[in-house]
């Protein structure tokens, strides 16, 4: 994959070089003419999702409204650290394209501003409360080495290493993400379909759901301290026909490079058809089990964030419209979301109930779907 890819020189969105970030003169002119089109933005989210304002977090409404405001067309420049990426595996990364799985239709085209994916985060073991540079408070995390634990109701149950989890035959792929903050990106990841790691573990029949836990390492990831009303570790799930769907992916790299610190490193889930909540990042444990688990933020906020979290504009959240979306950095630039965020010939056959038509905001005492 040839790294010019990821120019952000032209009307596509591709994404400025690592080199030019470092160059503020030549990044600057690179920049110009993306920055005219109003369409540079984005960035991307996982465990510890949804957001808010740092500060003003509780136990009783850990989640602040999400970002208004007028259009922030500032020229972004790289800091020392901010693209160091934590490991270095040169014999996988950079991957080839599947092409079989362009951005849908009717999503924006283009690729997001790699900076821009790098400075904001939402990642609360590090940054809780709200979503910003992660990458400042991530500099004592150590991803390497790292194992995941893979058991439950499985034949072959096994723990794995980066050396396993990097054997697998790695690919890129272009996906649009939607945070349920309503910002959105198109982002290249790479990595494998989370099906070829649990198909190893034989899943046993009556294994219905897919649990996934994050790492939780309070000396290296200080928002675990500062937020201790949240029920750490990060965990999520997925149904089982969910998880072996041919777009959930397992992602270890991003930009043709490895992870960085601010995007879950060094393993982290992309299921595109939901909200980014239910990406868990720094994954450390997968469990089958037979009954639904509560998730992290149905804990948290069970009339707001639900088991499923499908991306639906039809489905408002109790404080905003689902109906549109907009590229992050901007704040501006809207859209409208499309129902599954666009992939639904993917994915609709396994939601024959999702709502079509646009339903009434759920009060608090009611469960989110």
């Not at 996906?175 to 198909?199: D, K, Q, T």
Request: glycine share 8%.
């Amino acid at each position: 994959m040839a790294r010019d890819r990821y120019r952000a020189d032209g009307p596509d969105l591709e994404v400025t070089p690592r080199e030019l970030f470092f160059n503020r003169r030549a990044f600057i002119h690179a920049s110009v003419g993306a920055m005219a089109l109003g369409t540079i933005g984005c960035s991307e989210t996982g465990a510890g999702a949804p957001g808010g304002s740092r500060g003003s977090a509780t136990p009783a409404d850990p989640i602040g409204p999400p970002p208004e405001g007028p259009p922030d067309r500032r020229i972004y420049e790289a800091e020392e650290g901010l693209l160091d990426a934590p490991l270095s595996r040169p014999d996988v990364f950079p991957t080839t394209r599947n092409d079989a799985y362009p951005l849908p239709d009717v999503i924006p085209p283009g690729l997001t501003n790699r900076l821009d994916a790098a400075r904001h985060n939402n990642f609360y073991e590090f940054l809780p409360g709200e979503g910003g540079e992660v990458w400042r408070s991530a500099d004592k995390y150590v991803v390497d080495p790292w194992s995941i634990e893979i058991g439950g109701l499985c034949a072959k149950p096994m723990t794995i290493g980066l050396d396993d989890l990097f054997a697998f035959p790695h690919e890129e792929r272009l996906y649009h993400f939607r945070c349920v903050e309503r910002w959105a990106m198109n982002i290249p990841w790479s990595g494998f379909p989370l099906r070829a790691m649990l198909e190893k573990v034989e899943p046993a029949a009556d294994a219905k759901y897919v649990r996934f836990i994050s790492a939780a390492i309070p000396e290296q990831m200080p928002g675990i301290a500062e937020a201790p009303y949240y029920d750490w570790p990060y965990h999520e799930a997925l149904r089982i026909d969910e998880a072996m769907n041919e777009l959930a992916m397992v992602v270890t790299g991003v930009y043709g490079e490895p992870l960085l610190k601010q995007h879950g490193a060094p393993v982290r889930l992309i299921v595109p058809w939901k909200y980014g909540y239910k990406n868990p990042k720094a994954i450390v444990k997968i469990e089958f089990i037979k009954d639904k688990p509560t998730t992290f933020w149905e804990k948290a906020q069970p009339h707001e964030y639900g088991f499923l979290s499908n991306v639906n504009p039809n489905i408002p959240h109790p404080r905003w419209s689902q109906a549109e979306s907009y590229w992050v950095r901007l704040r501006g630039g809207w859209f409208p979301t499309p129902i599954f965020n666009g992939y639904e010939k993917y994915v609709g056959a396994m939601y024959p109930d999702e709502p079509r038509t646009l339903q009434k905001a759920l009060d608090k005492g009611q469960t989110a779907r």
